[in-house]
């Protein structure tokens, strides 16, 4: 029998040091591990987020900037055409995604707390009788939206089956989608647009030559999430700080305040 060798004690102190490094490469980050600056990206989708508004950059845009700068990161703001954003967050050239809906951009990892509600409503010119009840009353419309966005459930499979059928739905990308489809309804290019209520009510207070709108019949209130990339390995630390945060009765107040500066 060949007897066991003890192994010579450089050997095992080699062995621990390269267990300790292994341990310490793969252990989870900490709060100190937190980026500095987090880029995220969005668009144009005013009172939510604005681009050209020096000091006043939206009302979702300034709450997580407070909440970010209490735990000493800087919120940088990229405005794109949302599927570029969408897709500069999933392949990891951004951070993440400042307002994000569930289902809109898989892959990320999203807040479980909302940053806020938003209303999705059918809107047509004054002198149209029109009314949304359900999807039933898109037939024989042509309905006009933003390309990628996430309007829920019964609304997107509606636009995915069509989003082909030009005599059905037209989709715009690119910037100041909210005006365009405006100008487009009034020039009666499309029938029915489709837009978050706070959005369209501010773009025409904010447009010279905005044109009147009729509310048509909306959806539910749906929440709506900031999205971080699942490439930086810091993410769901900084989520579950997110979530703590968001939750907050002071945070509550503090969008209340905010929210009633945008009217």
């Given at each position: 029998m060949i007897p066991l060798q003890t192994p010579p004690m450089n050997y095992v102190l080699l062995l621990s040091a390269l267990l300790l490094t292994s341990v310490s490469v793969q252990a989870e980050p900490t709060p100190s591990d937190l980026p500095s600056t987090l880029t995220l990206g969005a668009t144009e989708w005013c009172p939510y987020t604005c681009s050209n508004r020096a000091g006043a950059p939206g009302i979702v845009a300034e709450y997580l900037q407070h909440i970010l700068q209490s735990e000493g990161i800087e919120l940088d703001v990229m405005f794109l055409p949302w599927s570029r954003a969408v897709s500069a967050a999933r392949s990891g050239q951004l951070d993440g995604l400042l307002t994000l809906v569930a289902g809109e951009a898989g892959g990320l990892l999203m807040t479980q707390t909302p940053t806020m509600f938003h209303q999705d409503c059918f809107f047509t010119t004054p002198d149209s009788d029109w009314q949304f009840a359900d999807i039933t009353s898109l037939q024989g419309i042509l309905l006009?939206?933003?390309?990628?966005?996430?309007?829920?459930?019964?609304?997107?499979?509606?636009?995915?089956?069509?989003?082909?059928?030009?005599?059905?739905?037209?989709?715009?990308?690119?910037?100041?989608?909210?005006?365009?489809?405006?100008?487009?309804?009034?020039?009666?290019?499309?029938?029915?647009?489709?837009?978050?209520?706070?959005?369209?009510?501010?773009?025409?207070?904010?447009?010279?030559?905005?044109?009147?709108?009729?509310?048509?019949?909306?959806?539910?209130?749906?929440?709506?999430?900031?999205?971080?990339?699942?490439?930086?390995?810091?993410?769901?630390?900084?989520?579950?700080?997110?979530?703590?945060?968001?939750?907050?009765?002071?945070?509550?107040?503090?969008?209340?305040?905010?929210?009633?500066?945008?009217?």
């Open positions: 006009g939206a933003v390309k990628d966005y996430g309007y829920g459930g019964r609304i997107d499979s509606y636009i995915a089956s069509r989003r082909h059928d030009a005599s059905h739905v037209l989709l715009l990308n690119g910037r100041q989608p909210e005006l365009r489809l405006q100008k487009m309804l009034a020039s009666q290019r499309i029938q029915v647009y489709l837009s978050d209520r706070n959005v369209a009510g501010w773009t025409q207070r904010q447009s010279t030559d905005s044109t009147p709108l009729r509310n048509a019949g909306c959806e539910a209130e749906v929440p709506f999430f900031l999205g971080l990339s699942p490439l930086r390995r810091w993410s769901k630390t900084l989520l579950e700080m997110l979530n703590k945060r968001l939750a907050s009765p002071a945070s509550h107040q503090l969008l209340r305040k905010i929210a009633a500066e945008y009217r």
